[in-house]
């Protein structure tokens, strides 16, 4: 039997963290309507507290998103939950999301308090939570970096209290995918309740793991995913979207499902590079320009064979422009062959012999080839046959 892991979009709050990429309400409620229409389960639109703006964000978002549950973040302050509750007015299916920190370098060093006063204190705000929605998240931040004994007890007492998603935030990146696994499997095991709530991964990339951590959480019990699109995030960003929609999408096997539409992975993940002024670097999986380009020559010439030598994902299923065959001094001669024939030039393996001597001095002297360098080829050598392109 399949089973559903929800995706939670975080882009519009903790995607907006990104020094430079702050939204205004317009490019917000742009982006909600598009990550709706993704097929996203949850959306975080904000954290109402924090300003007059983001209050209005939420509020906006919150009028126009008819399927999608709209989140709102806080502290466990009831100043903060009462606001986040305010700006959620409008939503059909509101959420507030609330808790605290809890390792010891949050309890100590941030609250300077205690164990059993955190505990207090998380309880405290799931309860003012549900005074407003019977939807609460509650997220033990740093719970990477806490105490599994500490972490099962402050789980277990916030669903008691009336939440129904929990979050263990691997909020440093610090975990290895195997130890953020077994912190899930923990707390399917110690929490006698865990079963009245979903479990929800939010996990940072501080050490490039933020995609690694989160399947490893699913695997073990979490049905939630906290991500963003393009992977945007406080510091080093956070789980990326597309990613790990993929991941469970190509490994059929684990038998995992999400409600997003593959197809529209890169168009939106253009239209959030734009509008938050942050370029996608090239060798991004999934979005990334480079994600389907091939240019060594072994690569290319097993490529042109069969696709699936190299390609694990067809571009189309991702929204992907195509494959590309990127000519570089690494090329190869079949390679060199079909770009020639793309442009309507049609050469004998004798031909391409001659050609691709020619090719790599120009190969050395740039960083690719491009078309109007094989024009200026094909033109210094007679071909056995031209075809009109």
């Known amino acids: 039997m399949e089973k559903k892991v929800f ?17 205004n309400t317009k490019e917000k ?38 399927n999608a549950t709209i989140c709102a973040l806080s502290r466990a302050v009831k100043k903060d939950i009462e606001v986040a509750a305010m700006a959620l007015k409008y939503a059909r299916q509101p959420r507030i999301h609330t808790g605290i920190g809890t390792s010891d370098f949050h309890i100590k060093s941030k609250f300077r308090s205690t164990q059993e006063e955190i505990l207090e204190r998380a309880i405290q705000c799931v309860k003012w939570a549900r005074n407003f929605t019977d939807d609460v998240e509650f997220y033990a931040e740093d719970a990477g970096r806490t105490e599994n004994e500490y972490l099962a007890r402050v789980v277990e007492a916030a669903i008691k209290s009336g939440a129904t998603t929990i979050n263990i935030p691997d909020t440093t990146g610090y975990c290895l995918p195997h ?9 399917v095991a110690h929490v006698p309740n865990i079963d009245k709530a979903v479990i929800s991964c939010h996990c940072h990339n501080d050490l490039g793991l933020a995609t690694a951590n989160s399947i490893a959480g699913v695997l073990n019990g979490a049905r939630q995913i906290e991500c963003t699109i393009n992977g945007l995030g406080e510091r080093a960003g956070n789980t990326s979207l597309e990613e790990v929609v993929m991941i469970l999408k ?9 409600g997003v539409h593959s197809k529209k992975l890169n168009p939106l993940s253009r239209q959030v590079s734009d509008i938050m002024r942050m370029p996608v670097q090239p060798n991004k999986a999934i979005v990334g320009s480079n994600a389907f380009s091939h240019s060594s020559g072994i690569h290319q010439d097993g490529f042109l064979k069969d696709a699936s030598t190299y390609e694990i994902i067809n571009p189309e299923e991702v929204g992907a422009e195509g494959s590309k065959i990127v000519l570089t001094a690494r090329s190869g001669r079949s390679a060199l062959a079909y770009r020639l024939q793309c442009l309507g030039f049609t050469y004998n393996r004798d031909d391409i012999d001659v050609l691709y001597e020619s090719f790599l001095v120009v190969a050395d002297s740039k960083k690719e080839v491009v078309e109007e360098d094989l024009f200026a080829l094909a033109q210094k050598y007679e071909p056995v046959n031209v075809a009109v392109a």
Do not use: M, W
């Open 250 to 258: 190509q490994h059929k096997h684990l038998k995992y499902i999400t």
């Open 7 to 23: 995706i939670f979009d975080t882009t519009l709050r903790d995607g907006e963290q990104v020094p430079g990429c702050k939204l």
């Open 179 to 187: 130890q953020y696994g077994e912190k899930i499997a923990y707390l």
């Open 29 to 66: 409620v742009q982006l909600a309507l598009e990550l709706e229409d993704l097929g996203v389960d949850i959306i975080e639109a904000g954290f109402p507290i924090s300003s007059p703006g983001d209050y209005e964000s939420v509020n906006q978002v919150s009028r126009v998103i008819k």
